[in-house]
């Protein structure tokens, strides 16, 4: 794919993103089924950086980012919000749904938009509004139980500098908050934004990256040239996979990715089940299919290299890490287990 002289620039990148058909048929040819999806009202929004859009000649990658219509089927047991996060909000920018652990999202806005993403309702939508943020530092100011701050959205690190550096300096500032996580895809679809200004700031507030990789495909010289700079500048980064029918669900295919995450300071963190968010039935795998391949990866690669395999809740009771059978059982359509409380929760599973 041809790019501008300019496109080493991550703001270049953004203002280029490519948002409709029109400009992705310039970029790849599409099949009849993916140029009827934008036909009509598309579920999700669309869009993909001139970058990740040159990595889309992996199938992989593809069918995560290009609309489908199966988008548009909604299956027994999804939801628009599966994890219940708006039953949890606290306010207009803040989800507290563990006692010690706030989730702040804190822009709508990502530069791609990935097509099984949990918070479909949100992302895309309505700008932020930082005026608004400043009853979610004075709710964390005043609970002072909250001790893990997770910055979120959308994508926090397509914010510019200051602005992240000054809600990272508000954060900081409050005595009883003792880490600071953002949650990114942005060292992956958006690597030219990882800056040595960027890395300092993130240094100086002591943040750890929750990085979103799905495939080795995303390895890109880019990619891994910006997390290598991320850990020279002594930013810990973890990684929370989404298990995808087709995409990843094998256990070559999650091997390749474990190990090139390690060789670029990346430890793989979470492998988890997918969210049984509106449309998402086609990226769905099975629960079962979820423990045979984390078991394959026990035993037959380097333990560090192991996520934890994890199902979220559906309704807010948090990640629940499944090592096996004994901690679910069958109910109709639904697997049934239990989260840190005891509470039983229900994954829509079809059998």
């Known amino acids: 794919m041809h790019q501008s002289e300019n496109s080493n620039d991550w703001k270049w990148q953004v203002a280029n993103r490519i948002a409709t058909r029109e400009q992705l048929e310039k970029q790849i040819v599409l099949t009849e089924e993916e140029r009827s999806a934008f036909d009509g009202d598309i579920p999700l929004s669309f869009a993909v950086t001139p970058h990740y859009a040159s990595l889309l000649n992996n199938e992989a990658l593809r069918r995560t980012v290009i609309p489908t219509a199966h988008e548009h089927k909604h299956g027994t047991g999804e939801l628009a919000d599966p994890l219940g996060e708006e039953d949890h909000r606290a306010t207009p920018h803040l989800i507290h749904t563990y006692p ?61 500098d200051p602005v992240l550096d000054e809600i990272l300096s508000r954060l900081r500032n409050i005595p009883h908050v003792r880490m600071v996580r953002i949650g990114s895809k942005v ?12 890395c300092s700031i993130l240094r100086k507030h002591r943040v750890w ?7 080795a495909a995303e390895l890109s010289t880019q990619t891994q040239a910006a997390c290598r700079k991320l850990s020279d500048h002594g930013i810990g980064m973890v990684s929370q996979t989404v298990l995808l029918k087709g995409i990843n669900d094998d256990t070559q295919t999650l091997t390749e990715l474990f190990y090139g995450l390690l060789e670029i300071n990346v430890k793989p963190y979470y492998l988890l089940q997918c969210d049984p968010v509106r449309g998402s039935a086609h990226f769905r795998t099975t629960v079962e299919k979820g423990i ?22 559906p309704g807010g009771g948090g990640k629940v890490p499944i090592l096996g059978h ?26």
């Not at 999202?105 to 932020?128: D, E, I, M, Q, W």
């Not at 400043?134 to 964390?140: A, K, L, P, V």
């Not at 004994?326 to 059998?351: H, L, S, T, W």
């Open 100 to 160: 010690d652990k706030v989730l702040f999202l804190a822009t709508p806005f990502c530069s791609t938009y990935c097509r099984y993403c949990t918070r479909s309702r949100l992302v895309g939508k309505s700008p932020a509004n930082f005026q608004a943020l400043e009853e979610s530092f004075q709710y964390i100011e005043t609970h002072a139980e909250i001790r893990d701050v997770l910055l979120s959205g959308g994508d926090p690190l397509t914010m510019t």
């Open 187 to 198: 060292p992956i679809v958006l690597p030219m934004r990882i800056t040595d200004e960027l």
């Open 209 to 215: 990256l929750s990085l979103h990789f799905i495939h």
């Open 292 to 313: 045979e391949l984390i078991r394959s990866l026990h035993g037959n690669i380097s333990g560090l290299a192991v996520p934890q395999y994890v199902i979220d809740a």
């Open 326 to 351: 004994d901690q679910i059982r069958r109910e109709g359509g639904d697997v049934v287990f239990r989260n840190y409380e005891g509470k039983e929760y229900r994954y829509p599973d079809p059998a």
